[in-house]
């Protein structure tokens, strides 16, 4: 199922820092494709994990998105207000007898499975029933060998063996927290997202997302991943590896590196001008065609280091 009306694009961050130059990769990247397209930008704070959040971390977010000209349209989705929306979803696909509960630990799934394509492939184990005496943990929706097929607008065509790459995977976790994978598909729903523009590196969940939107009866938006941005040892830039916070205060020299870093030409003369100019500038000649069609890219500094 398509949508038939205009374009509607996302920013999804996940509360769990302040934004570096990946995130903004992501986030320009994603207005650009709808606001050159006169369509409409969303925002939608992915705080669904609150053991990895931090306090104050989502204003923070958005008041770097602001002093960077990042307006979005309409309210912000915030994930942690939408638990009773992701209930009734997990109710329907347990009416569908499309998820079962499982019980098998970190440790025992390690143990006994191989690796896929985004970590290690559930072995079914409790598929037809917990074993005796195991208290149910995640719970995860059944895959069926279902090939799923889609053609990303910057990486290509994508096909993938459900069961062979991913297996049975978790839609609630063990802590009780409902999984990406399943908020993800419900909100780009509920929000009307024509195209989701992301980063690669989350490139190997659209075809779990794809499973779930078809037991759910969604529709498939379109799906862009831009390349990620890494650090000189190949790394993706995160948090975790100490990607510098953008400054709030210096929006145009980390804009116009976005813009390099996603295949664009700015003129030099824009590093002199001010955030009108700027957009004015990147959304009249904003090209996907130059993005480059890879995975990731290393990052290099004006200096021609890299980050
Ligand atoms: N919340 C995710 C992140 O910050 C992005 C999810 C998405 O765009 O689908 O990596």
Not at 168 to 182: E, H, I, P, S
């Amino acid at each position: 199922m398509k949508f038939p009306n205009s374009y509607r694009g996302r920013f999804a961050p996940s509360p769990t820092g302040p934004l570096h130059f990946g995130s903004m990769v992501a986030a320009v990247g994603s207005f650009l494709q709808a606001k050159s397209r006169g369509g409409e930008w969303l925002v939608r704070m992915e705080d669904l994990d609150p053991p990895r959040e931090v306090p104050g971390a989502a204003d923070e977010i958005l008041r770097t998105l602001e002093a960077f000209g990042l307006h979005w349209d309409g309210a912000v989705m915030y994930q942690s207000r939408r638990h009773g929306v992701y209930e009734a979803a997990l109710n329907m696909l347990e009416r569908l007898e499309a998820i079962y509960p499982c019980a098998c630990s970190r440790r025992e799934i390690a143990d006994s499975s191989v690796n896929g394509v985004d970590g290690p492939v559930y072995p079914g184990t409790c598929r037809a029933g917990r074993p005796e005496g195991h208290a149910p943990r995640a719970w995860r929706v059944r895959v069926n060998g279902r090939g799923i097929e889609f053609v990303d607008a910057v990486q290509g065509r994508v096909v993938r063996d459900l069961a062979a790459d991913f297996g049975d995977f978790v839609v609630r976790r063990a802590d009780g927290y409902f999984a990406y994978q399943l908020a993800v598909v419900v909100d780009d729903a509920e929000q009307g997202i024509s195209e989701v523009v992301r980063g690669a590196d989350l490139i190997e969940s659209t075809p779990r997302q794809m499973h779930l939107q078809s037991l759910l009866g969604l529709p498939t938006p379109d799906y862009l991943h831009l390349p990620v941005a890494l650090n000189a040892r190949n790394e993706k830039l995160s948090k975790q590896n100490f990607a510098a916070p953008l400054d709030p205060a210096r929006p145009l020299p980390a804009l116009l590196q976005v813009m390099r870093f996603l295949g664009q030409d700015p003129p030099p003369a824009l590093a002199e001008s001010n955030l009108e100019d700027f957009w004015h500038w990147a959304v009249t000649h904003w090209d996907v065609r130059r993005v480059p069609r890879v995975p990731g890219v290393v990052v290099k500094t004006p200096s021609g280091g890299s980050v």
